[in-house]
């Protein structure tokens, strides 16, 4: 069984860095190409598209994935197809960059419709000058009870508590 | 009392928009002067005012060439429909007549009653349709009455995101033959899927708690 769990956040948020935090394996890079519509071989236009993709073994029969989404708007449609079927999903913010706040929003916004439980994780909370949990809940207009915890992705200890907090979550959620 | 019969009165106006050859619309208001009436409705009202002077009125009968109106003056309400020249003027007279002789009594019955047996009525027609459509889904619905107007919303679940067109369109269905046919429906439906986690094949809490005893232990 493959348990699925979406990393999520602006660009530079740190989803990268998260995964590799927890990973057995390096995250994946898969590069796609593009081929320009007159379709001449010398005009290939090459396109890389990072996505992060790290696994956890639970045991013989379970692992545990996590995915990172790729950070442009344009790939909104892959966050769709990346949100099947998962466990549940970590919202990544940047704490030392007020613009990707801004840009949060936006992503939390999208992600309602998929219904599934989420956290809030404030990273780079190392970083001189981050903003502070109250502030990052206000200025996301976060609910009380959805929980914001703080992180910094280098350390895999933090990674682990943030998913933790998730998978509590949907514990909780399966008990009801 | 809001009772089957009511309901089948409800059916069988709706019937009327939509089954009836040659009706093209239909309309019912008070016959009491209303905030924002349209200028069909005024121009109507009026009519009938100043006509009801001279002659006990019942129903009206509007010809031009190629359409008619059919208008029927009740106690408390106009109504009728207007028909192009395809439409069978007897059966729509009589149509019409039957619901103009029983739409004061639902009228009267539905100001006594309280707007829960309209939401219970509602939520027991919901909960018919989602366990026959072996649907585990839940809802949960909340009314307002206002007048001649009834708003609110009704939120259903279902389990995935295929069924939300066909349950949306049943729940409509509901909700337009519950609410009085006399009173503006401004019920909104909304449907939404069920929370991912419970489309995860197999995924029971043993599995979740093997998940957090190794990542705790990493
Ligand atoms: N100081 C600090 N830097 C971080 C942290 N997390 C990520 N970074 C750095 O932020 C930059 C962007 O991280 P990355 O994982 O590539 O972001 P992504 O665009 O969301 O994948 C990289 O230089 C990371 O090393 C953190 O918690 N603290
Ligand atoms: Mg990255």
Redo the contacts with the bound molecule.
């Keep these: 069984m493959q348990l699925k769990i979406l990393i999520t ?1 602006t ?8 995964i590799q935090s927890i990973s057995e394996i390096e995250p994946v890079k898969t590069e796609k190409r593009i081929v320009s519509h007159s379709g001449n071989e010398k005009e290939k236009t090459e396109t890389t598209v990072a996505m ?1 993709f790290g696994r956890i073994t639970i045991d013989d029969e379970i692992a545990l994935h996590l995915f ?1 989404t790729p ?1 442009q708007d344009r790939f909104d449609f892959m966050w769709e197809i990346l949100s099947e079927g998962i466990l549940g999903y970590v919202v ?1 913010v940047d704490s030392s960059d007020s613009e990707s706040l801004e840009q949060t929003r936006r992503i939390l916004k999208f992600f309602e419709c998929v219904n599934a439980p989420f956290v809030v994780a404030a ?5 001189e000058g981050a903003a502070d949990l109250d502030t990052i809940r206000d200025k996301l207009s976060l609910p009380e009870d959805v929980p914001l915890i703080p ?4 350390e895999r200890e933090s990674v682990k508590q943030v998913l933790l907090s998730l998978l509590f979550k949907v514990s909780d959620l399966l008990e009801e | 009392m809001i009772n089957r019969e009511s309901t089948s009165l409800s059916a069988f106006f709706l019937g009327l928009k939509r089954d009836t050859r040659g009706v093209q619309q239909v309309f019912i208001f008070p016959k009491s002067q209303e905030k924002d009436e349209s200028l069909f409705h005024r121009n109507l009202r009026y009519l009938i005012l100043a006509l009801s002077d001279r002659i006990s009125l019942q129903q009206i009968w509007v010809e031009t060439t190629h359409s008619s109106i059919v208008v029927r003056v009740t106690r408390h309400f106009v109504l009728g429909a207007v028909l192009n020249e395809k439409a069978n003027l007897a059966l729509v007279s009589a149509l019409t007549g039957r619901i103009a002789s029983k739409v004061d009594s639902y009228f009267d019955s539905f100001r006594r009653t309280d707007t829960r047996i309209l939401e219970n009525r509602i939520q027991d027609r919901i909960d018919e349709t989602m366990a026959s459509s072996r649907s585990t889904g839940t809802s949960r619905l909340e009314l307002q009455v206002d007048g001649l107007s009834i708003s609110g919303t009704v939120v259903v679940t279902v389990p995935s995101q295929e069924e939300v067109s066909t349950m949306k369109e049943r729940i409509q269905g509901i909700v337009e033959e519950e609410v009085p046919f006399f009173c503006e429906n401004k019920v909104s439906v909304d449907i939404k899927t069920e929370i991912a986690l419970f489309r995860i094949r197999g995924l029971t809490r043993q599995t979740l708690s093997k998940v957090i005893q190794r990542i705790q232990g990493m």
Aim: net charge neutral.
């Design positions: 956040g660009y530079n948020a740190g989803k990268t860095q998260f992060d990172g950070g990544l990273n780079k909370q190392d970083v992180c910094v992705a280098l």
